[in-house]
Each structure stands twice: as C-alpha cells, then as structure tokens.
C-alpha cells in the first residue's frame, strides 16, 4: 500500500513547495506584511495623535468653561461639512462600513487610502471638538482601507483575497488600537464575518500580530484601562453576574436602539438641512459637557481609567451624561467610534451598581458592569469579555467576565433584537444599492452610520 500512494504523496509535496516558493505566493505575504506593518504603525500615532488632539480641547476649556458651548457645536457643523465635501465615506466609525464591504460590489468606495487619511484628520479634529467619541471604531476602517488598497495594487485576485484582507486589515485595527491581539483575531471572526472562511484564518492571524507587535514597539507594553485587581471574594459575590448582566445588557440595548432609530428618524432632516442638524448635536454635546463638567467629552478613556483603578469621585450621573453625548455625536454624522465611549459608560453603571447594590466589591461591580454595558451595545459576548479581560489585565475575573458578557447579550437582544453594526451594515448596502440606481453616491444617514 505504501509504494501505490508513494509517488502521488510526492507529487502533492512537490507542488506545495512550488506554489509556496512561487513569486505570487511571495509577492501576497510582502504586501501583507508590509500592510500590517502599516497599520499597527497608524493606528499607533493615532492613538498618540488623539491624546495630544484631547490636551487641546483641554486647553480650550482653560481658557474659558463656556469656550466649548460655542466651538463645539461650530467644529461639529464644519466637520460635517468636511465629511460630505471632502472626505465622503470617511463618516461614523466605519466598522459598519468595513462589515458592509465584505459584500458590497463597491469596496472601493467605502474602503480607500483617501477615506483612511480622512478618518484620521476628521476623528481627530471631532475629540479637539469634545465630541463624545472614539478612535477605535476609525482604526477598524483605516486598517480594512489600508490592506484592501495594497491589495488592489499588488493586483490580487479580487474574490477571497480582498475578503481576507478586509478582515484582517479590521482585526489588525482593533488589536493595534486597543493593544489586544486575542480580541482583535475574535473580533474579526464574531463581529465582521460571523461566517468565517478557513483559508482567512492565517492573513487575519499574522496581520494582527505584526500589526500588534508593531504597536506595542511604538507604545510600549500597556494595559489600555490599566491593572484590575478585582476579584470574587464569596460566593455570596456571584450575585453580581446576573444584576450586573442584565442591568448592563439592558441599558446597552437601550443605546443601540436608541442610536439606530434616531438615525433613520433623522434621516429626512439630515437629507435638507445637514449642517444645521450636525449645529444642534454639537449644541446638545457641549450642554452636557458643561453640565459634567467635561468628563462626558472625548473618548471617556481617563475617566473610565480612574473609575476602574478607584482614584475617581462617585458621579452617579456620568453613565448617563456620557450616554447621551455619544449618543449627540453620533447623530450629527462626523467621524468617530462608540467602543471607548461605551466601556466608559459601562464603567460608570458598574460603579453605581456598587454604590446602590454593595453586593460584590466596588471593582467587581465596575468591571462586569463595564462587559455588560459594552456587550450590549455590541452583542458580541465573546469579543466584549476577552477585550475587557485584555484591556485590564484581569484574567482571576474570566470566568465572570464570560458569564456576565452572555447575559447581557440575552438582555440586549430584548431591546434591540438585530446588532447594531449589522443593522447600520445593512441600512448602509440598501442607500448605496439605492444610490447606485438613482446614479448617485449614497449620501443618508444610514450610510454614515457608525
């Protein structure tokens, strides 16, 4: 039996070593290596660009408390201007955009060096605004336009090739953007694809660690939320999981609905008087950051910092001012995530949820209160807790974390029974189906959706 399946082994050997030796085969890893490489450096000077862009908007508030109540709503209409003028597809956070690029016959319009550059300007100059936003919805789209770009022009075949390199270009995104390789293979799997292809698995893999390798020589070794020391102390503790799920789910179900609604109600409005409608959300933005004394501005990274490592005053209206800013931002269309704001928020209702509920350690509470939240608005359980987990590098919480994350995507799903990228997704393929028909771009809100 040996000597008959002897030569065709041999046969198959040889040809594997061919097609691994041959110059497409070569050409494929340079540029994915390359375009890694790319995207863990940009997303890493991003990263230090958008704490810099966050120390201005701090200055403005030096010079004045009331500064922001006029530049922001201002910034807001102006960069709305620019989004729709000058950088068109660069809107929202761009993870519906790079999950509706994966089927779209259009990539090209959504995924480009050109929107990637305006990402960047535009999220940068939306934190200087005190836009209640992120950077790391943007990294996702950067990274997928980045990798799809080089993919075009390396002249790569167009089917499976582009598909892989927008989930890896996604993935390397968020693992350079947060500093976590794990969550950002997991991402590319549960949120982007949700239908994974075998042969993508190795291009997300190494994009991801080159991307993060990369980061991580750029930044240093860091934890994005710093250390947790929390832990379950009883058993009397675990009650936790299932008040603080629920609760979490709940609320971040409430968020999503609330931002899918509200932008296809504004959608009519947006369509006649955009810029005005970009004025009203920069005034209602600035009127909260006033009222929180500026703590709902921005990415809601320090707070949240502060919150989970105990070195924060007890603000029992945070969650909710910082729910409604990123709620505002959203809705005027400018470019900029939900991820940060949202484990902001998160954190905020777990620290309340220890104050009016002491059944668990303030910490324990603000972080399952920080996955459940998260999870909810994201419905994405596996992502939400190996992000957490990596995020404050707590891994005596995993198991709490998995079981806190699960429920709160059963209470989610109560509230807002579709995800929201994939509705946003959605919403955004049918205005460019309707765009294309009509022999225009497609231009609605849906389509900047984040």
Same mark, same amino acid.
């Given at each position: ?6 030569? !065709? ?16 085969? #070569?050409? &494929? ?29 701090? #200055? ?11 530049? &922001?709503? =201002? ?5 709305? #201007? ?6 068109? %597809? ?15 016959? !259009? ?16 999220? =940068? ?6 836009? *209640? ?9 950067? %990274? ?10 390396? !002249? ?6 582009? @598909? ?22 997991? +991402? ?10 075998? !042969? ?9 660690v080159i991307a993060g390798v ?17 832990? $379950?102390?009883?058993?009397?503790? #675990? ?10 789910? =709940?609320?971040?179900? =409430? ?9 296809? @109600? ?13 004025f009203a959300c920069g005034l ?11 703590? /709902? ?67 324990? $509470? ?7 939240? +998260?999870?909810?608005?994201?419905? *994405? ?10 995020? &404050? ?11 806190? *994350? ?40 849906? /389509?900047?959706?984040?």
């Amino acid at each position: 039996m040996p000597h008959r399946h002897g030569p !065709r082994l041999r046969h198959h050997i040889r040809r594997s070593q061919r097609k691994f030796m041959s110059p497409f085969a #070569w050409k &494929t890893r340079l540029v994915l290596w390359a375009g890694a490489l790319l995207v863990g450096l940009i997303c890493a000077l991003f990263a230090l660009l958008a704490d810099q862009a966050d120390r201005v908007f701090r #200055w403005l508030i030096g010079i004045g408390p009331w500064v922001p109540l006029v530049v &922001t709503p =201002l910034m807001l209409a102006a960069l709305a #201007w620019a989004t729709h003028n000058l950088f068109p %597809g660069s809107q929202g956070s761009g993870i519906p955009q790079a999950i509706a690029a994966l089927e779209s016959r !259009r990539k090209g319009a959504v995924l480009s060096l050109r929107i990637a550059a305006g990402k960047i300007l535009l999220t =940068l100059l939306g934190l200087v605004a005190g836009a *209640s936003i992120g950077r790391e919805g943007p990294s996702v789209h950067i %990274g997928a336009s980045i990798l799809f770009s080089l993919g075009r022009i390396a !002249r790569f075949p167009p089917r499976y090739m582009e @598909r892989g390199l927008i989930l890896a270009g996604g993935a390397a995104g968020i693992a350079a953007a947060f500093n976590t390789p794990l969550a950002g293979i997991v +991402f590319a799997i549960e949120e982007m694809s949700k239908s994974f292809e075998q !042969r993508a698995s190795g291009i997300v893999t190494i994009g991801v660690v080159i991307a993060g390798v990369t980061a991580l020589a750029l930044l240093g070794p860091y934890h994005y939320f710093g250390t947790s020391d929390a832990f $379950m102390p009883d058993n009397s503790s #675990w009650l936790a999981i299932p008040v603080c799920g629920v609760i979490g789910g =709940l609320l971040g179900g =409430l968020f999503s609905t609330a931002l899918i609604s509200g932008s296809r @109600r504004l959608t009519p409005v947006i369509r006649l008087h955009p810029y005005l409608v970009a004025f009203a959300c920069g005034l209602v933005v600035a009127v909260i950051a006033y009222l929180s004394d500026y703590h /709902s501005s921005g990415t809601g990274y320090a707070t949240a910092k502060a919150i989970i490592t105990g070195q924060a005053y007890w603000d029992p209206v945070y969650p909710v001012l910082k729910f409604g800013a990123t709620l505002a931002s959203y809705l005027s269309g400018i470019p900029g995530g939900i991820f940060a704001p949202s484990l902001a928020t998160g954190a905020g209702v777990g620290a309340n949820l220890g104050h009016w509920l002491p059944i668990a350690p303030i910490p324990v $509470m603000v972080i399952l209160g920080m996955v459940a939240y +998260f999870c909810g608005v994201v419905q *994405s359980p596996i992502t939400a807790f190996i992000i957490v987990m990596e995020m &404050t590098n707590d891994q005596d919480m995993l198991l709490a974390l998995i079981a806190t *994350s699960f429920i709160a995507y059963g209470a989610s799903r109560l509230v807002c029974p579709q995800p929201i990228y994939h509705a946003l997704s959605v919403a955004f393929l049918r205005a460019e189906e309707n765009a294309v028909a009509a022999g225009a771009a497609p231009r609605t809100q849906e /389509s900047t959706a984040r």
